[in-house]
């Protein structure tokens, strides 16, 4: 990774050489010879980027380098420091131009200084290089190969991990086995194996689903809290329901929480998956929270460890290496896209499934780094065989995996490495948000920037290629396709972690006796801050500092004392989310070069008008904090991409107040670089701030609150500039507010989410032309035309959700319409009698959501139709048209008859009751359980 390095020096450099900066004399010389020898070393270091862990003398050289292109790197951003702190404001005469050099005098002396000393070292290093073999040509080749046309083809389905069809059926079997007592399935093998996916593919089955409606999948790790275990199943079993978790369980003990988790599943037969156990304790501690019902419960375990297994006398489930034929099929699967391997590589690409030692993970990594290679040259397929190293046999199946995911590492670009080194910041149970982490990426300068893309889109890209190689997994995907949380897997995490803490990339504080690095510049502190103070004898040059699941109280936490520091002046990311802070710590403002400021889920309540001051901020994440409005001043930061300000009062997508944006009386229409603005409340001097919209023609995803319908015409003119637009969310100030968008003449072409809030005098027709768009939400919008006639032909149109929008009684879904739509959700349509879906039409639908629609008491008419659909929901339907689809009894059955899964819920006796077809006979039917009748908080189907 010194390449790495010396490459983000040399953009300095160029900055320092080509901006009209007042060095002193010789120091332009020194640095432009420093800038040619790096430059001219290059290609070296990126061939020894790969050999130096075999070669201890060069693995030493190259940490020099690494040192001396960090010192430097310092030299200057120390100066750059200087300069920002010394000039307020623009240098506007000759006097004044005096003035600043002198106050600036001992700046350019301590670098010139700085830069005569490094310039000695590199003279010295450079000298005494190593010898290193004539590879750079083929690496330099090999590092700047990038995916073509078919990388798409490339992305991971969890079922090309392993061969699974047979353990599959096995599994299932267990958990379908007619016993009532409850079960415990343990899957247990070797890290890498396939565990996880392969409880992942039979928890994820319709018929498995079907069975054990009441379902959570727990994710556990060494270094999660028992405490935050069973508050994430009481997350998820309320998920389930389609019901917040109450506000209490934040106070609860654990005692309290398995008593709760206990009364929840106690009525149901249920299925809980809890992946990676990793200790007896562990296990004994949850399982007193899952009670033995007597319904046919079943509880899957996936762990490394074979003591888990024995603790408990349920089933268990061994699974081994891949046998020779069916991991060289998923070898081929993986590098030739389903094709056969040529037979000129057949014997060396044998050889290197050799080394795999039936490992799936191995396997597909090293597929992933052999897919983008030429299939002509066999010599470049056996320089990946011979970089092993010999063939040792009898070895540990993990050692051989490291050397083959370490080979996939060393193949990377040097800017994927550096994203890829960057995952081992976070805490090994964190699923990581995709869009934080490209907003991260961008701070810490690994993504380049690249003709006719953002930074945001170059850096997807990148992930998307680590994706491609199977080095990234996906944990959760949006409605419309889009990757949400991302992580790595667990083994690939241990060696990623090794390189970061061998090349002192970055540092990870979470234990009190862990061994400190001599320099520090990336900082993750996980559970505490305190030990991080106790360091003396560190060296604290830190770029950047994120702190995760602090469990400091207000009183203790020290981000006071650290922001004042002296080892944090060189910020270029603070990322404060979750930690205990009730106010806006005043030390940030003084953090100059800071580009990355989030404070989400944090309970400060403003922000001080100095935030001027960090005038190369690009990302201010202020979501659910308690802040409400942004100083004036805060229009000064020309380079903020990201403004995000939002909370959540009430946890219900059916509430029309349950999100509050922020106020801010500052000439917005000077950001200029804004992306991402949501949610702005424009209730006060609305008209002057809707104009003020359209002269940020770089937004990307907009989002209004408090809307009047005067002030439409307004917003229509604004939207018409904002042609790089791609989500737009309007919400009125109340529900019978009438959002007046109607006059859109040229509207943004790449849209790909709208949401819409309140009143709809007619439907807005331009919808219609948006040939991009992928989600749309309608509320309350009280339509009296039907508003599928203008849905119906968006090509792209994936999820779509009606709440209060339409007064009509029939709604009609012609042949052909919603080609592509997946999700359907329809709520407290009152007047709704009739659904009438002709043959063709959603042939790619697979949910299908109803709930609230008291008048409709028929069975959709041509729902049998609908081929694809895996799921049914409905909530609080009346008990009419659920008698209809009664297995044997209902006359309407045959037409949902091939759906895996059909469920009926209600509100009973203070919880939610989920019945399927089958056992709905079961429940007494009861007039004043109507919905008409109770009241409390509704299911959360989907959040905006």
Same mark, same amino acid.
């Given at each position: ?583 806006? $710590?005043?030390? =940030?403002?003084? !953090?100059?070069? +800071?580009?990355? @400021?989030? #404070? *989400?889920? &944090?309970? /400060?309540?403003?922000? $001080?008008?100095? =935030?001027?001051? !960090?005038?190369? +901020?690009?990302? @201010?994440? #202020? *979501?659910? &904090?308690? /802040?409400?409005?942004? $100083?004036?001043?805060?229009?000064? !930061?020309?380079? +903020?991409?990201? @403004? ?301």
């Amino acid at each position: 990774m010194a390449e790495s390095s010396v490459s983000f020096l040399l953009e300095k450099l160029t900055w320092l050489l080509q901006e009209e900066v007042n060095l002193q004399r010789g120091v332009r010389e020194d640095v432009q010879y420093i800038n040619d020898e790096l430059e001219r070393h290059k290609a070296i270091l990126m061939a020894a980027d790969s050999m130096e862990d075999k070669d201890p003398e060069l693995k030493v050289w190259v940490k020099r380098v690494r040192v001396i292109a960090q010192d430097m790197e310092d030299a200057i951003d120390e100066y750059y420091l200087r300069l920002v702190d010394h000039q307020q404001g623009k240098i506007r005469s000759y006097f004044h131009k005096i003035l600043f050099g002198i106050k600036t005098m001992k700046a350019r002396h301590k670098i010139a200084s700085n830069i005569q000393g490094i310039k000695s070292k590199v003279e010295v290093i450079l000298r005494r290089r190593p010898i290193i073999p004539d590879v750079a040509s083929s690496s330099s080749q090999r590092f700047s190969s990038r995916l073509d046309s078919q990388g798409d083809a490339l992305l991971l389905e969890e079922a090309d991990l392993v061969g699974i069809d047979q353990p599959k059926k096995q599994l299932t079997d267990l958990l379908f086995k007619d016993e009532s007592k409850r079960e415990v399935i343990s899957i247990y093998g070797m890290g890498g194996l396939g565990k996880t996916t392969l409880a992942k593919q039979v928890y994820d089955d319709p018929k498995v689903k079907k069975r054990f409606r009441i379902h959570a999948w727990v994710n556990l790790s060494q270094s999660i809290k028992m405490e935050e275990i069973l508050k994430d199943l009481v997350q998820k079993l309320h998920n389930v329901f389609g019901k917040p978790a109450p506000g209490s369980i934040g106070t609860m003990n654990n005692d309290d929480l398995k008593e709760l988790i206990k009364n929840l599943l106690q009525r149901s037969r249920y299925l809980i998956v809890l992946d990676d156990v990793w200790n007896v304790k562990v296990w004994d501690d949850v399982k007193h929270s899952l009670p033995n019902n007597n319904r046919g419960s079943r509880v899957m375990l996936t762990t490394r460890k074979k003591d888990i297994v024995r603790a408990e006398l349920g089933k268990d489930f061994h699974l081994a290496f891949l046998p020779e034929q069916e991991a060289w099929s998923l070898f081929c699967r993986k590098t030739f896209q389903g094709n056969s391997c040529p037979p000129h590589l057949e014997e060396v690409c044998r050889n290197i499934l050799k080394l795999c030692g039936g490992l799936p993970l191995a396997i597909v990594a090293i597929s992933g780094a052999l897919a983008t290679r030429g299939r002509t040259n066999i010599e470049e397929w056996q320089i990946v065989c011979r970089s092993f190293g010999s063939e040792i046999e009898g070895n540990d199946k993990l050692e051989d995996m490291k050397k083959v995911l370490s080979l996939s590492f060393n193949e990377l670009p040097y800017h994927l490495k550096s994203c890829l080194l960057y995952l081992s910041i976070f805490p090994e149970f964190h699923a990581i948000e995709h869009m934080r982490l490209i907003r991260l990426l961008i701070a810490e300068g690994f993504v380049n920037s690249e003709n006719g893309k953002t930074l945001e889109e170059v850096a997807d890209r990148y992930l998307k290629e680590l994706l491609n190689r199977s080095l990234l997994q996906v944990v959760e995907k949006t409605s419309d396709g889009r990757i949400k949380t991302c992580r790595m897997h667990d083994l690939l995490r241990e060696i990623v972690n090794f390189k970061s803490r061998d090349q002192n990339f970055a540092t990870v504080a979470k234990e009190q006796d862990m061994v400190w690095p001599e320099r520090v510049r990336r900082l993750s502190v996980i559970n505490s801050s305190h030990n991080v103070h106790k360091q003396n004898k560190t060296i604290f040059k830190l770029r950047s500092l994120l702190m995760f699941a602090i469990s400091d109280s207000v009183n203790h936490f020290s981000i006071h004392e650290l922001c004042s520091s002296t080892g944090v002046k060189l910020l270029n990311v603070l990322d404060l989310q979750d930690a205990p802070l009730e106010d806006f $710590p005043v030390e =940030i403002v003084n !953090l100059y070069l +800071l580009k990355h @400021l989030s #404070l *989400k889920n &944090t309970k /400060v309540k403003s922000i $001080p008008g100095s =935030i001027k001051k !960090l005038k190369y +901020l690009e990302t @201010l994440d #202020l *979501k659910h &904090t308690y /802040v409400t409005e942004l $100083p004036v001043e805060v229009a000064e !930061l020309k380079r +903020l991409r990201h @403004l995000l300000v939002y909370r959540y009062e009430i946890e219900s997508y059916a509430h029309f107040h349950s999100r509050h944006g922020f106020k801010v009386a500052a000439p917005i229409g000077n950001m200029l670089s804004l992306q991402k603005l949501c949610f702005i409340e424009v209730d006060q001097g609305s008209r002057a701030l809707m104009v003020e919209l359209g002269k940020l023609t770089q937004l990307r995803r907009l989002g209004i609150r408090k809307m009047r319908k005067e002030d439409g015409a307004a917003l229509c003119s604004s939207i018409e500039k904002m042609i790089n637009l791609r989500s737009l969310n309007i919400t009125a100030i109340e529900d019978d507010e009438i959002i007046d968008i109607h006059n859109i003449s040229k509207p943004p072409q790449y849209l790909q989410q709208l949401y819409l809030s309140g009143r709809l005098e007619k439907f807005p027709q331009w919808i219609n032309s948006l040939k991009n768009l992928v989600k749309v939400f309608l509320k309350w919008s009280r339509l009296k035309e039907d508003p599928l006639v203008y849905l119906q032909d968006l090509p792209n149109l994936r999820h779509l959700e009606f709440l209060q929008v339409y007064v009509g009684d029939t709604l009609n879904f012609n042949a052909k319409g919603f080609p592509s739509l997946k999700v359907l959700g329809l709520d407290d349509l009152e007047g709704l009698k009739h659904m009438i879906i002709e043959e063709g039409a959603m042939q790619s639908l697979k949910k299908l959501v109803m709930q609230r629609c008291g008048s409709f008491k028929n069975v959709p008419l041509g729902i049998e139709h609908l081929t694809k659909l895996k799921t049914i929901e409905f909530f609080d339907m009346p008990d009419e048209l659920i008698m209809a689809l009664r297995p044997n009894v209902g006359a309407d059955y045959w037409r949902v008859q091939n759906v895996p899964t059909v469920y009926s819920t209600y509100w009973r006796d203070g919880g939610w009751d989920v019945y399927s077809l089958e056992t709905f006979g079961e429940r007494e039917s009861d007039s004043n359980h109507s919905s008409a009748k109770r009241t409390r908080e509704l299911p959360t189907l989907w959040k905006v």
